[in-house]
């Protein structure tokens, strides 16, 4: 199983400031065949389903804003919010769809300072 | 719209099985694939499984082999994922998801549903 491994465990930043996750994959998640790095990004927040952020590593979701990007490859990959907003607040995870079983990392906690 | 509706909250004793249902609409059902996806409280998100709509193929993991069966209704758009001999720490709020089916791989979850909890006990 590829095992994902994000952190920090919880972050807190101040109002418009910016915050980087990291996620860290157990074996590679780039495919030879299409050159793409099967990994995704999820907000949770509270009481609510997780919500489609990131995939193919880098690709914004549609409708999500432009301070959220994705960046990395192979076995290392970071979410950056680059102004964090009140309604970022939330529990981000990421998750490999390279191979079954798919697998997500722990979480990472954004609160405001 | 896109919209996955799932049925509501179970309270079962172990031992018990629970079947879980995420009603679709607002695209074609059989052109993705439904995966599902639980939480234990407070905790992080595991997968239990994927099951393609179109063909009815099955990929469960592996620690619910056994236990666990999914299916599809494609006459009503509804996706099933029934668990059997439930124990406490299968407590969780269990969600259905979809993803693109069409390449032949595995792909990221671009819907979900509203979540079912499932509470097992005595």
């Known amino acids: 199983d590829i095992v994902m491994t994000q952190s920090p465990d919880s972050l807190a930043v101040s109002l418009g400031e910016g915050a980087t996750l990291n996620c860290k994959s157990s074996q590679s998640v780039l495919s030879r065949f299409n050159n793409k790095n099967y990994l995704a990004w999820y907000q949770q927040k509270p009481g609510q389903p997780p919500k489609l952020l990131i995939y193919w590593a880098s690709t914004r979701e549609s409708g999500v804003p432009d301070r959220f990007s994705g960046s990395g490859s192979g076995t290392d990959f970071t979410l950056t919010i680059s102004s964090l907003q009140a309604e970022d607040v939330a529990v981000y995870y990421c998750?490999?769809?390279?191979?079954?079983?798919?697998?997500f990392g722990g979480g990472t906690k954004v609160e405001i300072k | 719209q896109v919209q996955l509706v799932q049925s509501g909250a179970e309270v079962k004793k172990p031992g018990a099985s629970v079947t879980v249902s995420c009603k679709a609409s607002g695209y074609t059902f059989t052109s993705y694939a439904v995966n599902w996806v639980r939480q234990a409280p407070g905790q992080g998100l595991e997968w239990m499984g994927w099951i393609s709509t179109y063909s009815g193929n099955t990929n469960y993991a592996q620690r619910l082999q056994g236990r666990v069966t999914m299916t599809t209704d494609t006459s009503t758009n509804t996706a099933y994922m029934e668990l059997r001999s439930l124990r406490s720490d299968d407590t969780a709020v269990y969600y259905c998801?979809?993803?693109?089916?069409?390449?032949?791989?595995?792909?990221?979850?671009?819907?979900w549903g509203q979540g079912s909890l499932v509470t097992v006990s005595s």
């Open positions: 998801a979809r993803a693109d089916d069409s390449s032949g791989s595995y792909s990221q979850f671009d819907y």
């Open positions: 998750q490999q769809y390279y191979s079954s079983p798919l697998t």
